[in-house]
């Protein structure tokens, strides 16, 4: 029971970090229908800079991930005004390409620093609490805690401002929006931003208990990508279901069926969803 | 095909290459140079079945290097854990490309665009976490040495350089002329018009699924077979060749070389492997190069180089063509619509209707409302 | 020739189609219309098989086709064209068009590989019907032409060309007069007519009144995804419904 509910909590943190990244993939593809196949690369960035900031310069955690967040949004919003804004038209594997080529640009460059090595973002507090038999590390309930803040406040944003309502009108609808005299520019460039502050604040929430290395996107993209088909490519919160279906999959996954596997859990997912229905679980037709 | 991708995939060209290709380890300076160029065929041929998929058919694969890792462990853990001679694990490397193809194929092929890609993604990543885990088949993170080279026959040895080399040179001339054959045929032009619109290729009858089927497990079965080719001459392959970035590596290639086109192919993957042989420090950094690289030509040429040779060609030979048809350069299609007297003759090639000096799309509009009332042409 | 009946599509709560029944006589050419939103292109989507009907039925030459894959609904003998013309924009006007006659050839991957006498008629016999489609659209002479040096009314053209090579017996025309000027209007709208001449049984969706008028020999309204008139041109003009439906603005210029 103890061990059952010590694994729903990694599945929680777990599943709160996928939400984060996934979130920002989704709104991407929301607004421009780009499969965002850089957003990994973005989030192994703010990892980076975090790491910078805080390990080799030696500010606090909490500047750190402030610096990561503004520095990714502003590499996010020069790869949408650089490469996706001028593929807009362009057939749809173009631009497909296009965010691998940025992906293996930022891995390389970010190798060419720092190398290949593992390393490690010291925790802003290494406390561990204890509760009814349960392991509490406080790193963990930073990032459950942060992830869910940073949904609302995405949330209230979307929902209460006029600048987040342009970014879902223009989600749902493109004619309409370019109709009702909405600045498309504009909102895109706002969209990476978040995006890439969203992913650079996961990263940074996540290397503490996770290593820094330059691959370290790889599995986090690719499993945001799952959760997204699974809760709707476009979808913001099938991006936090989906995140948390993966979280508490893999978590358990991991530890009733076998800790070498736990990484093809995911796809396995995927795979058998996308058999039975081609456009995802909670899709509203929108492919 | 038309006259004029005729003229340019001329079989002559094609002789002429194959010269160039035999006599280079006669010219080559050095044993490692013909390596080089022997393992940059084998890559070719990886990348021509990545055209066919994505080139010809349109569709993003992006698991095509877990499918290249396949047929090399098919190759390798046949010779070297089970004794076999390479030809039958060469073949076996084919068959297992064509079976793992099909499936993944008749999966993934239901969905369109961006989830092809995504789902090719993860498959691709879930080859290479089996190549890495599965330390029972696999080796895992080791790897397998110690692979058989291809037997000779008579006095020719597979595990000497030049040998080798010509053996990849005749796959690669194979790979290059089954591509022709299927890139001019009905077959092509099938695959070439789902490439154009789903909806535009099944309004003309065209059963999607089993096109698209076949043009992958086409592709992955080159790509198998390259796998097999390279396991065969490097003779040790671990878990890494089933990273993504061999996957990239091979897009790059084929947008380079030119995406769609016969000779891209073999110019980017060939173009590419020696550029970073020039450059020997380049290659652990060559994604700093290769991705900018990889945005710039999406950008602003994005019909690599075969397919900007090809273009020029092909508008060239039409404006030659065009131009004793159209004495007059006016473009505006409004003087079409004072042109339409009755009782003209219909215009063809040989039409004298030139005469009237008007744009030639002006006259072919007059000659619809005119003769064509009275139906004509359609037996 | 084609009998529909109580034909149905709804996405979600919305009906898009609601139960729809007319009937496209032989040798006729029909034509669809409706203000924007009325179904048209749903309707469309349905006949060619691009969407599966909730309900009702589709019966072409007597056989329901109700729901069968485009494709297969291709074979049966009905083309249709798109609002956005398609086209290899890289390659010849006749290079395009060679494809349009594959669903009646037969030719397999060993064929094509080994390149088999099949495949060497069957490769002929699309290119006569590439060259013979061209030559009944009027187009011979820009046959070499580059897609991309051809005007939106050659494209229109084209399309058509493209559509008839699969030799079929009803074709369904999405807006084939779209973005063309009224000069040029005049000489698809012959097209058409040689179309019919030819026992091609011809179906369109059009929003250029005067030549829906002046072209159709049956016209079914629709509106809100119900069929609220089917007639003559002339019965349909004098229809209270149409004119409400419409405003009377348009039928008034009609």
Not at chain 1, 118 to 144: D, K
Not at chain 2, 13 to 22: E, I, K, P, R, S
Not at chain 2, 44 to 70: D, E, K, M, R, S
Not at chain 2, 218 to 228: E, F, K, M
Request: with cysteine; glycine share 10%; proline share 4%.
């Amino acid at each position: 029971m103890e061990a059952l509910l010590q694994q729903l909590l990694n599945g929680l943190t777990l599943g709160s970090i996928y939400g984060l990244v996934a979130l920002g993939l989704t709104l991407v593809y929301g607004i421009l229908h780009v499969p965002n196949f850089a957003h990994g690369a973005l989030y192994m960035v703010g990892a980076y800079v975090a790491y910078y900031v805080a390990g080799e310069l030696g500010a606090s955690y909490w500047l750190a991930m402030i610096a990561a967040a503004v520095i990714v949004a502003g590499l996010a919003v020069a790869c949408e005004r650089l490469v996706f804004h001028p593929l807009r038209n362009a057939p749809p594997i173009h631009d497909k390409i296009a965010a691998i080529g940025l992906l293996l640009f930022f891995e390389a460059v970010v190798q060419m620093y720092w190398g290949a090595d593992f390393r490690r973002l010291e925790a802003p507090s290494n406390t561990i609490f204890h509760f009814a038999g349960l392991t509490l590390p406080a790193q963990r309930m930073l990032i459950i805690v942060a992830a869910f803040s940073l949904m609302g406040g995405l949330h209230l944003y979307l929902k209460k401002t006029l600048a987040g309502s342009t970014i879902i009108a223009m989600a749902q609808n493109r004619e309409g929006a370019f109709l009702v005299g909405i600045n498309a520019n504009r909102v895109a460039m706002m969209t990476f931003a978040i995006s890439g502050a969203l992913a650079a604040v996961a990263s940074t929430l996540f290397a503490p208990i996770n290593l820094v290395y330059p691959a370290m996107g790889h599995l986090v993209l690719l499993k945001a990508f799952v959760i997204i088909i699974l809760g709707g490519m476009g979808s913001i919160p099938g991006a936090i279901v989906g995140g948390l279906i993966i979280g508490f999959a893999e978590a358990l996954g991991g530890f009733y069926i076998s800790g070498d596997y736990k990484d093809v859990i995911a796809f396995a997912l995927l795979v058998a969803i996308l058999s039975i229905k081609p456009t995802g679980l909670f899709s509203q037709g929108v492919r | 095909m038309s006259r004029l991708t005729h003229m340019f995939n001329h079989p002559a060209t094609l002789v002429v290459l194959l010269g160039l290709a035999a006599v280079f380890p006669f010219v080559a300076a050095n044993e490692y140079q013909v390596y080089v160029m022997a393992l940059a065929f084998v890559w070719a041929i990886a990348v021509y079945g990545l055209n066919i998929i994505t080139g010809y058919c349109g569709q993003l694969n992006l698991a095509h290097g877990g499918f290249f890792a396949i047929g090399a462990y098919a190759v390798a853990i046949l010779t070297a854990d089970h004794g076999w001679n390479f030809w039958p694990a060469f073949a076996v490397a084919g068959l297992a490309g064509a079976v793992f193809g099909l499936v993944v194929g008749a999966v993934s092929l239901r969905l369109k665009e961006h989830y092809f890609a995504i789902f090719t993604l993860c498959v691709g990543f879930i080859i290479y976490m089996l190549l890495d885990k599965w330390d029972a088949l696999t080796h895992g993170p080791l790897g397998i040495i110690s692979i058989s080279p291809p037997d000779g026959f008579g006095f020719v040895d597979f595990t000497e350089t030049r040998p080798f080399y010509y053996l990849v040179l005749f796959f690669l001339a194979l790979a290059v002329f089954f591509t022709r054959r299927l890139s001019a045929s009905l077959l092509g032009r099938t695959f070439r018009a789902i490439r154009i619109s789903d909806d535009l290729a099944q309004s003309l009858g065209i059963n999607l699924m089993r096109n698209k089927i076949l043009a992958f497990v086409i592709s992955t079965v080159y790509a198998a077979l390259a796998g097999g080719l390279y396991a065969g001459v490097v003779r040790f392959i671990g878990p890494d060749l089933g990273n993504f970035m061999h996957t990239f590596d091979m897009i790059a290639y084929l947008l380079v070389g030119g995406i769609g086109t016969l000779m891209g192919p073999l110019l980017g993957t060939l173009l590419i492997t020696w550029l970073t042989q020039a450059v020997q420090s380049l290659e652990e950094y060559r994604m700093i190069v290769f991705g900018p690289l990889l945005v710039l030509l999406v950008i602003f040429f994005p019909k690599g180089i075969a397919g900007s040779y090809q273009a020029w060609r092909a508008r060239r030979a039409s404006r030659e063509m065009s131009a004793d048809q159209r004495p007059s350069t006016g473009h505006d299609s409004g003087a079409g619509s004072t042109a339409s007297t009755p009782g003209t003759t219909r215009a063809g090639p040989n039409s004298s209707s030139n005469a009237t000096a008007a744009p030639a799309y002006a006259h072919t509009k007059t000659n619809e409302s005119a003769g064509d009332s009275k139906g004509s042409g359609n037996a | 020739m084609l009998d529909i009946r109580n034909l149905t599509k709804q996405y979600g709560g919305l009906t898009a189609v609601d139960h729809v029944s007319t009937v496209f006589e032989r040798g006729a050419i029909n034509a669809i219309i409706g203000p924007n939103g009325a179904g048209k292109t749903t309707f469309f989507n349905l006949v060619a098989g691009a969407a599966a009907p909730t309900s009702g039925e589709i019966r072409f030459e007597g056989k329901n086709i109700a729901g069968m894959a485009p494709d297969a609904i291709a074979r049966a003998g009905i083309a249709r064209t798109f609002q956005t013309t398609m086209l290899f924009e890289e390659s010849t006007v006749l290079d395009n068009l060679i494809v349009g006659h594959r669903l009646r050839t037969g030719s397999r991957l060993w064929d094509v590989l080994l390149h088999t006498p099949r495949h060497k008629r069957d490769e002929a016999a699309c290119r006569d019907k590439a060259a013979e489609m061209l030559d009944f659209v009027g187009l011979s002479a820009i046959g070499n032409h580059m897609i991309a040096d051809t005007s939106q009314e050659q494209r229109k053209r084209i399309a058509f060309a493209l559509a008839l090579a699969t030799e079929p017996k009803l074709v369904l025309l999405d807006e084939p007069a779209g973005g063309v000027n009224p000069g040029e209007t005049d000489g698809l709208v012959a097209l058409i007519h040689k179309m019919v001449e030819h026992d091609i049984t011809v179906c369109l969706i059009e929003h250029k009144m005067d030549m829906i008028m002046s072209i159709a020999d049956r016209i079914v309204v629709l509106d809100h995804g119900a069929k609220i008139a089917d007639g003559s041109p002339g019965e349909v003009r004098n229809d209270p419904a149409v004119i409400e439906a419409y405003l009377g603005a348009e039928h008034a210029q009609a």
